[in-house]
Nanobody
Framework: QVQLVEAGGGLVQAGGSLRLSCAAS????????MGWFRQAPGKEREFVTA????????HYANFVKGRFTISRDNSKNTVYLQMNSLKPEDTAVYYC?????????????????WGQGTQVTVSS
């Protein structure tokens, strides 16, 4: 049974930082590309960032470039999202997802497994 468990969400003031983690089990983590998506109230889920299984390629949404960094540790079956310079508009539930396909994707529909999400709230 595949499980993705996010952690690290919380309440932070604008300009602050958070580090999310996503621990995977029940799958060959090193063979999956990993992505982070988010969903704000009343909005559709949107792509944030993704990383290839090897970590050699990363994609970022324009609105997080220069502020967020994705990384992974295959020895720990964990992917991370370092979020700096947070803004109130970053408030959302953040989800990690795993994709078996080799091409790095920004599309939620291509991801096979999803975590339950972790709430990030940025106050102004």
């Amino acid at each position: 049974q595949v499980q993705l468990v996010e952690a690290g969400g919380g309440l932070v003031q604008a300009g602050g930082s958070l580090r999310l983690s996503c621990a995977a089990s029940g799958l060959t983590f090193s063979r999956h590309n990993m992505g982070w998506f988010r969903q704000a109230p009343g909005k559709e889920r949107e792509f944030v960032t993704a990383i290839t299984w090897s970590g050699d390629m990363k994609h970022y949404a324009n609105f997080v470039k220069g502020r967020f960094t994705i990384s992974r540790d295959n020895s720990k079956n964990t992917v991370y999202l370092q979020m700096n310079s947070l803004k109130p508009e970053d408030t959302a539930v953040y989800y990690c997802a795993a994709d078996r396909e080799p091409l790095l994707s920004r599309t939620s529909g291509t991801y096979d497994y999803w975590g339950q999400g972790t709430q990030v709230t940025v106050s102004s």
